[in-house]
């Protein structure tokens, strides 16, 4: 082939080839990019590189389990205890509860069935010493952990109570013997439930 029809051939069959396959990859070129550009992202991905929106995330979910946990050290335990004077076993039961913790304001009264009614609490339910723990009323020997429970749970009730004395109660230990008992809660309707019971030993 002679130089002119060499030329002649290119001008005619091969630049125009040429040119259409340069065309065609610039245009698929430009609608890959065009589809990139559009692929859906979050509004952290927008914001912030990858890394710093997964910290963010995990932030945010530590912060909200964070926000549904009440620990109990953060509740003041103050305790205002009335007793009468002439009650050895109400001693015993302050001591039990700072042992565990509460800060306790102690009231000796020789008209307790005064404080009982103001507070009112129930005949059937009565003990012989009163105490308001957090605006709840505390009738009786319960266990500080009940109390707790009590802060931490924080139902729609007046109060918690042990009625009577039962030995082996915290107040009332008599050596081994422990009697059964159970811890009742009570509302402002006299409603009366089981909160927590005890087995004897």
Not at 38 to 50: E, G, N, R
Not at 99 to 115: C, L, M, N, R
């Amino acid at each position: 082939m002679s130089h002119k029809q060499f030329i002649y051939c290119w001008q005619k069959w091969l630049l125009p080839i040429l040119v259409r396959a340069v065309v065609m990859i610039c245009l698929t070129a430009g609608v890959l990019g065009i589809l990139g550009s559009v692929a859906p992202m979050s509004h952290a991905q927008a914001v912030f590189p990858s890394s710093v929106a997964a910290n963010v995330q995990l932030v945010s979910t530590t912060r909200r389990i964070q926000d549904q946990q009440t620990p109990l050290k953060s509740t003041a335990l103050n305790a205002t205890v009335y007793h009468s004077p002439d009650c050895n076993c109400c001693g015993g039961w302050i001591d039990h509860l700072k042992a565990q913790g509460f800060k306790i304001t102690d009231f000796s009264t020789p008209d307790i069935e005064t404080v009982k009614q103001k507070y009112n609490v129930p005949d059937n339910l009565s003990s012989c010493h009163t105490a308001i723990v957090n605006g709840y009323v505390i009738e009786g020997h319960v266990p500080a952990d009940d109390i707790k429970r009590l802060l931490q749970e924080k139902p729609n009730v007046a109060g918690l109570s042990v009625p009577q004395m039962p030995v082996g109660t915290p107040g009332m230990e008599m050596g081994n013997r422990k009697d059964p008992f159970s811890v009742l809660s009570f509302d402002r309707k006299d409603s009366v439930a089981v909160f927590n019971k005890y087995p004897s030993s």
